[in-house]
C-alpha cells in the first residue's frame, strides 16, 4: 500500500525500531508542515493510507474530497482535526487508539519540568550566567507552596504525584468526577473555584480540549491569581479563551507562564507576543516529543495499519465507513 506520513519535522519516524512494520509498503514521510490543501492534495493523491501525528494537519471535509485513493488515517489520541462525518461518507476508515490505559509520562515530565523552571526562574539564570554575570535574582523553592490541578485525568494524577514527592501542598479543581477521584486518592480539593485561582502557587491545566472546555480558563480566572503565582499549560491553547493569556500576562495576574502549547501551530513567528514577554517560558510543543513515547505512539498507528490490510481493522471510529463502497470515477470527477 501507498501510505504517507505527514508532520514528520525532524525525520524521526524511520529510526523506530517499530518501522519495520511497514516493510513491504510504500512510505512517504513529509517533513515540511503545511495547511495549504492544494499542496496536501499533490503529495497525498496516491496514498490510500495517511498517518497523522496528532492534531498536526487538519483534515477537512473538502481534503478528504479531494483524495480519491484514500482508504485509511491512522493516528493515536482524540480526532477533532478530522471531519469524521464526510471521512465515512466517503468509506474512508479512521483508526485511533485513544491509549487510555496509561497516561502521557513524557507530558507530566515536561509539565515537571516547567514547574521546577519557573519557580526556580532557570532560564533567567542561565540567560545571565551566559551573559556573564554571576546569578539573577532569587527563585523559590517547591516543598511547601501549593500547586493547583485543574483536572484530575491520568496526566494531572501523574503531576500531583511529583508535586507530592516534592513537598509540595496539592488542590485540585474540575468537574465532580475529577474532584472524587482527587479525593479517593488522598488530594484536597478546593472550596470553590475563586479560592483554587487565588490561593495556588501554580496551577497547572490537564483537560482536554473540546467544545465544553474551550476559553473555560476566563480573564477573571485569572485576575485572581497573585502577582508572583505561576500558571503551566501543557494541555491545549485553546482552553484559554484568544488573547486571554497575553492580557492577564500583561496585567501581572499572573506573574508568569510557563506553555508548551499554542493557537497556531507549528509557531514559526519570533514576533508572536507571548515569545517576547519577559514573563512566559515557552516550550514548542514537546510534551509528547520523545522517543519511547513515539515508539509507543507509532507501534499502535502502524498495527492499525497492519490491520485494516489484513481486513480486520482495529480502533475504527467510524464503523459506518467500513459498509461504504469505494468511491467511482464520476463522482472523484464531480468533486
Known amino acids: ?57 487538519p483534515v477537512p471535509a473538502e481534503l478528504v474530497q479531494r483524495l480519491p485513493k484514500l482508504r485509511l488515517i491512522s493516528q493515536r489520541g482524540p480526532f477533532p482535526h478530522i471531519d469524521i462525518e464526510t471521512c465515512t461518507r466517503a468509506g474512508v476508515v479512521v483508526s485511533s487508539n485513544m491509549h487510555l490505559a496509561e497516561p502521557s509520562y513524557a ?22 550566567l551566559k551573559a556573564g554575570n554571576w546569578q539573577a535574582g532569587m527563585g523559590r ?21 511529583y508535586a507530592r514527592a516534592f513537598g509540595m501542598q ?29 490561593s495556588c502557587d501554580v496551577i497547572s491545566l490537564h483537560l482536554p480540549l473540546n467544545e465544553e472546555t474551550r476559553g473555560i480558563v476566563t480573564a ?25 493569556l497575553e492580557g492577564a500576562l500583561r496585567a501581572g495576574r499572573p506573574g508568569l507562564a510557563a506553555i508548551d502549547v499554542y493557537e497556531e501551530e507549528p509557531l514559526t513567528n519570533p514576533h508572536h507576543a507571548l515569545l517576547n514577554m519577559g514573563n512566559v517560558i515557552a516550550t ?38 467500513l459498509g461504504q463502497p469505494a468511491r467511482s470515477d464520476a463522482e472523484v470527477e464531480g468533486k
Open 220 to 244: 477573571e480566572d485569572l485576575s485572581r491569581m497573585r502577582p508572583d503565582a505561576v500558571i503551566v499549560n501543557t494541555s491545549r491553547a485553546g482552553l484559554f479563551g484568544s488573547g486571554v
Open 170 to 198: 496539592v488542590e485540585v479543581w474540575g468537574r465532580a468526577a475529577s474532584l472524587e477521584k482527587a479525593r479517593a486518592a488522598g488530594y484536597a480539593v478546593a472550596s470553590s473555584r475563586e479560592s483554587f485561582f487565588e
Open 1 to 57: 500500500m501507498n501510505i504517507a506520513i505527514l508532520d514528520d519535522y525532524h525525520d524521526t519516524v524511520r529510526t523506530l525500531k517499530c518501522f519495520s512494520k511497514l516493510n513491504g509498503n510504500s512510505v512517504q514521510i513529509w517533513h515540511e508542515h503545511t495547511k495549504d490543501l492544494g499542496v496536501l492534495e499533490e503529495r497525498l493523491k496516491d496514498s490510500a493510507v495517511l498517518v497523522l501525528i496528532r492534531e498536526r494537519t
Open 141 to 161: 523553592a517547591l516543598r511547601g507552596r501549593k500547586l493547583g490541578i485543574y483536572s484530575f485525568g491520568r496526566i494531572g494524577g501523574v503531576v500531583a504525584g
Open 107 to 128: 507530558t507530566a515530565e515536561l509539565t515537571w519540568a516547567l514547574v521546577l523552571m519557573s519557580l526556580r526562574d532557570i532560564p533567567n539564570q542561565m540567560a545571565a
Open 284 to 321: 514548542p510543543h514537546i510534551g509528547y516529543v520523545e522517543r519511547d513515547a513515539y515508539e509507543s505512539q507509532f507501534a499502535d498507528i502502524f498495527d492499525q495499519i497492519i490491520a485494516f490490510e489484513q481486513g480486520r481493522p482495529i480502533n475504527v471510529v467510524n464503523p459506518a465507513a
